[in-house]
């Protein structure tokens, strides 16, 4: 197996998909390979500065840290536990995150033995091998090994309560499809289609992937933040929570850690769309559900 | 055109920005000026401001509804008008309400604000008219026809982004560029934007496009930079086919950033006579195999050459080498 980088720098750093290209090898997405650790650091650029933020050895002891609680199970357990960890960690701003080439030296010059671990499919009934898909690496914010943790926390988040995350990345299927869809960057409907999950309306992954859909579709003639109105936002806890890094006791073990002390999504909003989405749901056609089934 | 099921405005509706105001740290505050944005391109340029350190930007805006058509019709209750900023880089949503300038009146007035941390490059700006139809409140009756685009960085109102040019050493620069020592130039298109790296080590280059030569070395320079453009426009369009997000029923989905623009902007002439969305579908599936990816090559290649405006640069260099030759023979 692909294992930890030999060297790891001080400080966090960027690489291009470019330069990236010649580390992907075969091997890697195979999990036969190492990523030679010593050449890539000296293709990469090193964020300037000595932000507490940008130290390395931070992310990489959050990954030790879920290697070992989850190292042995099934890995799609530790998204919920990373998720909101690494954005408490890293504290980055949606300008700071929506760099490409950030998430990409997290894949391969902090972590590639956790995106092997993590994405690594079962070998397949030819007996050829499991892969890890390339997007992985270098994809978009809802593919890529980190990035879509990262997003899954920021935009499920309900100000400084994580507990949403958890829930929403505790469903592979709602951490997949609605990541990619425009309508969770408006928190109360995020919080709504969480909402629908945890009461157990909506349960399998047929359901979520029913689901989603149709809220999208909805949203093309319904503009919900008229419907379901959300706070107005203040930068200012987002700049406080960031400036409070270097104090900050890592968030390795025991509670969910809070999350930059913004508004909460007010609570109405969240109860009108969660009660328009099951509406949406019970019309919606779900992949094996008969009408024994239906409500 | 899509159908709704329920009645939406036929009269358009129109937006305009009419004042930028920013905010920094400490309190500071900025109003730019109205050079700063561009009611023809529809583009704001914050990159114009003073200080580059600003923390929030507040637009003010006028949209203008049908009104009369509002009114006569009387489908519509509950009429609200709000203003939408999105940027699909950054996930960010911003909406604002606007409020009617004179009751009944054609104007409604407001305020969007936002954070600099929320955006990278780009944003959109889109408002539309949302009212109660047939009982059900929220329905979207009508919306801009041409977004405003808000850009975080440019220092200049206009639509359409210069081609970012960089002059590096390909044998010292990045080790990368190193397995093209021996090329002109290269084109990166992994970035957020497109990319031309010149070969500072291929002599004489670097001079000639920036035509700072002789004549005759200008009249190349000019055929260079439309060549390397089309260059340009080609590895753009075949990254961002390259690189399409596909609905699970198959339906290949426009990228949010520059490579959806380039798609909308090429596909006419590549595809010509369909709806944009059409068009993306039939490229995407000769990329697949299922059709012939190679008969469209001479099409895209056409359409790059248009995009570079290689036709007039070539024509424009025949015309000067024959005057330049006529100069040295008398």
């Known amino acids: 197996m692909t294992s930890r980088p030999e060297h790891l720098p001080e400080r966090l750093a960027l690489i291009s998909d470019v330069q990236a290209a010649q580390y992907i090898s075969a091997g890697l997405l195979e999990g036969r390979e190492n990523v030679p650790s010593i050449a890539l650091n000296k293709a990469a650029e090193v964020l300037p500065g000595d932000d507490a933020r940008l130290r390395l050895h931070r992310v990489r002891d959050l990954i030790d840290e879920a290697l070992l609680r989850f190292g042995s199970g099934r890995p799609t357990v530790a998204d919920a536990w990373l998720a909101p960890r690494l954005h408490e960690t890293l504290r980055l701003t949606r300008r700071e995150a929506a760099e490409k080439r950030l998430w990409t030296y997290l894949a391969l010059g902090v972590a590639p033995d956790y995106v092997v671990w993590r994405h690594l499919s079962e070998p397949k009934a030819d007996g050829s091998r499991g892969r890890v898909a390339r997007d992985k690496f270098v994809g978009p914010h809802y593919k890529q090994a980190f990035a879509r943790l990262w997003w899954a926390a920021e935009l499920f988040r309900d100000g400084p309560d994580y507990r949403p995350v958890v829930a929403a990345c505790g469903n592979q299927d709602m951490l997949n499809s609605a990541l990619r869809l425009d309508i969770v960057d408006h928190r109360p409907t995020a919080l709504a289609l969480v909402g629908l999950m945890e009461r157990g309306v909506v349960r399998t992954g047929r359901d979520v992937n029913a689901l989603t859909p149709a809220v999208n579709a909805a949203a093309a003639t319904l503009m919900y933040d008229v419907i379901a109105p959300d706070s107005e936002r203040d930068g200012d806890p987002m700049r406080d929570w960031i400036d409070g890094a270097e104090s900050a006791l890592p968030s390795l073990r025991g509670e969910l850690p809070d999350g930059p002390d913004e508004q909460r999504v007010p609570a109405e909003a969240v109860r009108i769309l969660a009660a328009h989405f099951e509406e949406l749901f019970a019309e919606a056609p779900v992949r094996g559900r008969t009408s024994d089934d239906d409500r | ?330």
């Open chain 2, 1 to 330: 055109m899509r159908a709704y099921p329920y009645p939406r405005l036929a009269g358009a509706v129109t937006a305009r920005v009419t004042a930028v105001r920013l905010r920094g740290s400490g309190d500071s505050r900025e109003k730019l000026d109205s050079k700063a944005y561009s009611v023809v391109e529809q583009v704001v340029a914050l990159g114009m401001a003073e200080r580059d350190d600003w923390q929030t930007a507040r637009l003010a805006l006028t949209a203008t509804v049908p009104a009369r058509e509002i009114e006569t019709k009387g489908h519509w209750s509950d009429l609200a008008v709000v203003a939408v900023l999105t940027e699909g880089a950054t996930n960010a949503r911003t909406v604002a309400r606007l409020a009617p300038d004179a009751e009944g009146g054609r104007d409604w007035v407001g305020e969007i604000e936002f954070d600099r941390d929320h955006h990278l490059d780009r944003a959109s700006l889109t408002v539309h008219v949302v009212a109660t139809v047939d009982g059900i409140e929220g329905r979207i009756i009508g919306s801009t026809d041409q977004e405003w685009m808000v850009d975080m960085s440019a220092d200049a109102p206009l639509r359409d982004r210069r081609l970012d040019v960089s002059t590096v050493s390909f044998t010292r620069g990045a080790e990368w560029l190193r397995s093209f020592r021996d090329a002109p130039w290269v084109v990166d298109t992994s970035g957020r934007l497109p990319t031309v790296h010149l070969n500072s080590d291929f002599e004489g280059l670097v001079a000639l496009v920036e035509g700072q030569g002789s004549k005759v070395e200008s009249v190349v320079g000019e055929m260079l930079l439309a060549q390397m453009c089309a260059d340009v426009w080609t590895a753009v369009f075949h990254t961002a086919v390259g690189d399409l997000e596909i609905e699970d029923d198959g339906t290949p989905l426009f990228p949010p950033d520059w490579r959806g623009a380039v798609l909308r902007e090429m596909l006419p002439d590549i595809v010509p006579g369909r709806s944009d969305e059409d068009a993306l579908r039939e490229v995407y599936i000769r990329r697949i195999g299922e059709g012939s990816w190679a008969s469209l090559q001479p099409r895209i290649q056409y359409a790059a050459a248009r995009r570079a405006e290689v036709p007039q640069a070539l024509a424009g260099t025949v015309r000067d080498i024959e005057r330049l030759d006529q100069e040295t023979q008398a």
